[in-house]
Nanobody
Framework: QVQLVESGGGLVQPGGSLRLSCAAS????????MGWYRRAPGKERELVAT???????NYADSVKGRFTISRDTAKNTMYLQMNSLKPEDTAVYYC???????????????WGQGTQVTVYA
């Protein structure tokens, strides 16, 4: 069994910062790419940022220069540092991991339950 648990969401004013965490637990052998996604009310889920096993990162244009994705492989934890938050960043943020479980040969995608981020004036 694999679990991804997000934390760190909340209410913040425009220009503020939040740091999201995604802790992975379970019978995990290796991680491939991990990422953060978000879904705003009435909108489709969208990619926010990804990070590969080698540490390469990719960001949505809307968050470049404001958000930073990172991971601590020793703790099986991924982070999203969000600075200069805007009202349009309001969404439920989900972490995703493509990983291979112990005793298996194929990697699968796993998702967290989501954490709410609300940026209000």
């Amino acid at each position: 069994q694999v679990q991804l648990v997000e934390s760190g969401g909340g209410l913040v004013q425009p220009g503020g910062s939040l740091r999201l965490s995604c802790a992975a637990s379970g019978s995990i052998l290796t991680f491939n790419t991990m990422g953060w996604y978000r879904r705003a009310p009435g909108k489709e889920r969208e990619l926010v940022a990804t990070i590969t096993s080698s540490g390469s990162t990719n960001y949505a244009d809307s968050v470049k220069g404001r958000f930073t994705i990172s991971r601590d492989t020793a703790k099986n934890t991924m982070y999203l540092q969000m600075n200069s938050l805007k009202p349009e960043d309001t969404a439920v943020y989900y972490c995703q991991a493509n990983l291979r479980r112990l005793g298996t040969l194929v990697a699968f995608d796993y998702w967290g339950q989501g954490t709410q981020v609300t940026v209000y004036a």
